[in-house]
């Protein structure tokens, strides 16, 4: 697969066919980005998790973000074991001695099996020796062994100082960071203490707010001498000595000073300080990736380190500017136990939540991987934006992950069918992962690339002191030691240092060492030089032809750059956004006029440099860039490009007359759109069933109404035909006793007469019952056609999205910075055929 580089976005292997077949050419690229919204890890034992987090830090530190690693079972060491020149010779220290039994093979010869399976595994996925040497020179990556000086020690000393926060602006941000501080320190001495009710955690906490309060550090010492004699004779309403008496007092004292007394213990106290900012950057300012590896701990120690150092994260990202990329990433390996389901609540819990919750606007992702979905409180679930989902080999498992989906999914529109995704799941194959992210529009299947760290598995006592004390990381060669280069081999010179010989090409011999001189006012800036010379090199050999260069020379040629500000505001669309605009464009030696429309080079202020690298040369300077009038124009003309070139075109749904949000994803505007249409749906329905309701309460009082004349019609007709009974035996009696005929004649007459029009006016009321009912059935079936009819209209309207281009306007663009920027290129002279030629190549990132 041909190697994907993109700024911003993390080579995280290639996507697969629901068989797990592979595509061709499609690499998964994933916007680091999205990692602001928290991911989770979920996977069996042999699903590949491991791969997936150290190849996702892998290309975080690339990106140069550093990285908090939380290493439970210690896997995630094997970062330290990057080696560029992919030797068997640097394997062999590490590779499992077991391994090469079984395969009935030396060291030696596994080491060199070992070696050749993982260049080829890297050569699949386009990964070479130079990408893995930019991986460990971006970063610094350390193994810290909390309690254990077998790696770098870290001291807890600095998490009992007092934090820089005002207490009357940070009071609840203060007293939060004391009851885990207090949670921490009672757990590691096995004593259990409810922060509301517990009278230890009530008065260590009090002690520490007292000392803080004052701005004054604590030690543990102090903490316990504390504990013996409180600064204070009240808790709350109660005298100290009801609430927690001098003799229950002492056996507190006594469990902290044996703590303190441990020789173990010492090993707490000596170190790096346990601080945030300290943990992340490098003091060459490089990112740094922190291992804290736990495996040598107890629980109780376990936790209480883990909680301390969330605490010094949370105190970190509380003096954050706000950003929408990520600053920074917190990995936790095998999150077992540090925040489980309801009703288990450790000290980590609450503070992992928060960090969900809170740590988005200051840039900071979290990464939680675990086994079992159920070893993850449901609210961590929640509050995750991307789901890696591998192997899952429990039917519970799969359920709770289906569930979770099943809530994701509506929010971005996605159809998930519980069913045929619990089956592929289960089915899923080592390596490959269903990743669900809210940021996308579907879930994706994916196979995780080869990593460029050497998988080893844990690490050793012994080995991991190799690598924190053996000064060179494995892999890197003393001068004695570097091997001697072929003749066609490439030689490395690094971005900021050209060699001290240099053989200069004949072209640039003699260019000048210094700039030259710019018309007053005029501003110079300096791209930044990001591309080696043997990457750039790499670059150029892509198009087939083979380069032996045999001299080089770093040289700086001028561009304009440009920054504008870009207001964009309606009213109609209810948008004010502020763009910024950077562009650095070549600009010819014999060209009067800037080609706008060339492909520019896109960099901000911020990764522009204020000198060059040391040791460079400068072209000379366009007749352009020396008439300060001529550049005072092409400025105008900048704010004239800048005027038709930039918009912002933002998803709009003409119906609901609603608009994106610049900033908004795309899944969250559908989600907004999805929720004003069932809201529009539903109140069309409600108007709608509000207008049947009148006819249908019409004809249920006229039903009732010929349901009590029904009745009456019973009752007359009943009424009726006993007295044409009576009638009838009242003329059987007159026949026998020789009364007059015909009077009784016309009296049975009339009755029966006055009978069949009941029976006639029963039926009649029986007959417009069924038809009053037969009219309400229709009624309540159009009505039900009618509701069919707007539900499908609106969900046609639904998937009726348009995009909207707005533009600004003249007076809202503003020209921040303008100048010249030097741009760095490697001018080098090969050959070719047996004739010396020269080549420029750009050494900043296009």
Not at 291 to 316: C, G, K, M, N
Not at 317 to 343: C, H, I, K, S, W
Not at 592 to 603: L, S
Request: with cysteine.
């Amino acid at each position: 697969m041909r190697l994907p580089e993109q700024n911003g976005m993390l080579y995280l292997g290639g996507r697969v066919d629901g068989n797990g077949e592979p595509l061709a050419d499609a690499p998964l690229l994933y916007d680091a980005r999205d990692l602001t919204t928290h991911a989770v890890c979920l996977g069996m034992t042999g699903s590949g998790k491991t791969g997936l987090g150290v190849g996702l830090i892998e290309e975080v530190a690339l990106s140069g973000i550093p990285a908090l690693v939380i290493d439970p079972k210690g896997d995630m060491t094997n970062l330290m074991l990057a080696f560029p020149d992919l030797l068997p010779e640097d394997l062999k220290p590490w590779v499992d001695i077991e391994a090469a039994r079984r395969r009935d093979l030396s060291i030696d010869e596994y080491a060199q099996h070992v070696a050749e399976s993982w260049r080829k595994g890297l050569a699949q996925w386009g990964i070479d020796g130079a990408r893995i040497a930019r991986f460990r020179d971006s970063v610094e990556t350390v193994i810290y062994t909390p309690g254990s000086d077998a790696g770098r020690s870290l001291s807890i000393v600095e998490s009992l100082h007092a934090p820089p926060l005002d207490w009357d602006r940070d009071a609840g941000i203060l007293r939060e960071r004391i009851s885990s501080t207090v949670s921490a320190i009672l757990a590691l001495v096995g004593i259990e203490s409810d922060p509301v009710s517990g009278r230890e955690h009530i008065l260590m906490a009090a002690i520490l707010e007292r000392v803080w309060r004052s701005g004054q550090d604590v030690d543990l010492g102090r903490l316990i001498l504390e504990v013996q004699k409180p600064p204070f004779d009240h808790l709350g309403v109660l005298p100290l000595e009801v609430f927690y008496p001098e003799k229950d007092r002492m056996k507190l004292a006594l469990a902290l000073n044996g703590l303190l007394a441990s020789p173990s213990f010492a090993a707490w106290m000596q170190g790096d300080p346990l601080s945030a900012g300290a943990l992340l950057r490098a003091a060459d300012g490089r990112p740094r990736i922190s291992i804290f590896t736990l495996a040598h701990l107890q629980d109780a120690e376990r936790f209480f380190f883990v909680t301390l150092l969330l605490e010094q994260v949370r105190s970190w990202l509380r003096v954050q500017e706000g950003t929408p990329n990520l600053r920074a990433l917190l990995y936790f390996d095998e999150l077992y136990g540090f925040m489980p389901p309801y009703p288990a609540n450790p000290p980590t819990k609450e503070l992992l939540l928060t960090l969900l919750k809170q740590a988005r606007s200051q840039g900071m992702g979290l990464v939680l991987a675990t086994q079992n979905p159920v070893d993850l409180d449901y609210k961590g679930l929640s509050n995750a934006g991307t789901w890696f989902i591998g192997k899952l080999q429990t039917a519970n498992d799969r359920e709770r992950v289906l569930e979770g989906l099943r809530g994701a999914s509506l929010e971005v529109g996605v159809s998930v069918e519980g069913t045929s995704l619990g089956d592929l799941i289960a089915g899923l194959q080592p390596r490959t992962f269903l990743m669900h992210n809210v940021h996308g529009d579907a879930p994706v299947l994916f196979r995780t690339r080869h990593v460029m760290s050497y998988l080893r598995g844990p690490l050793t006592r012994v080995q991991i002191q190799e690598l924190t004390r053996g000064g060179a990381r494995p892999g890197q060669r003393t001068a004695a030691e570097q091997p001697t280069l072929p003749a066609q081999s490439v030689t490395v010179a690094t971005p900021d240092i050209v060699p001290e010989k240099v053989q200069e090409p004949p072209a640039t011999a003699g260019l000048p060492t210094r700039a030259p001189l710019l018309p007053s006012g005029v501003r110079q800036f300096f791209l930044p030089v990001q591309v080696p010379l043997e990457w750039a090199i790499r670059k150029a050999e892509a198009s087939g032809r083979m380069i032996i260069y045999q001299q080089q020379l770093l040289v700086y040629r001028p561009a304009l750059y440009g920054r504008a500000a870009v207001r964009i505001e309606s009213a109609k669309h209810d948008v004010s956004e502020k763009l910024t605009v950077s562009r650095v464009i070549p600009v010819p030696e014999d060209d009067p006029f800037v080609a706008w429309h060339t492909e520019p080079i896109a960099t901000t202020l911020e990764q522009l440099d204020e000198r060059p690298a040391q040791g460079a040369r400068f072209g000379s300077l366009p007749v352009l860039l020396g008439d300060a009038k001529r550049l005072r124009a092409v400025e105008r003309e900048f704010a004239d490009f800048v005027y038709r070139e930039v918009s912002l075109t933002l998803s709009y749904h003409p119906e609901l007359k609603l608009t994106a949000r610049p900033d908004e994803p795309a899944g969250e505007f559908r989600r907004r759109c999805a929720d004003a249409l069932r809201e529009r749906r539903d109140a069309e329905i409600e108007k709608l069933e509000k207008s049947y309701q009148t006819k249908v309460d019409r004809l249920q009082d006229r039903i009732r109404r010929e349901e009590r004349e029904l009745d009456q019609d019973e009752t007359e007709f009943e009424a009726r035909k006993r007295e044409e009974l009576l009638s009838a035996g009242e003329s059987v009696l007159n026949l026998l006793t020789r009364r007059r005929q015909s009077r009784m004649l016309s009296t049975a007459s009339r009755k029966r007469r006055m009978t069949q029009r009941a029976k006639a006016d029963l039926s009649d009321s029986k007959q417009m019952i069924e038809d009053l009912e037969d009219d309400l059935e229709d009624l309540l079936g159009e009505l039900e056609e009618e509701i069919e009819a707007v539900k499908a209209r609106w969900s046609e309207t639904a998937e009726n999205l348009d995009t909207v281009s707005l533009r600004p306007r003249k007076s809202d663009i503003y020209v921040e910075a303008w100048g010249v920027a030097w741009a760095p290129y490697w001018d080098i002279v090969y050959e070719d055929s047996g004739v010396a030629r020269q080549l420029s190549l750009a050494a900043f990132e296009a």
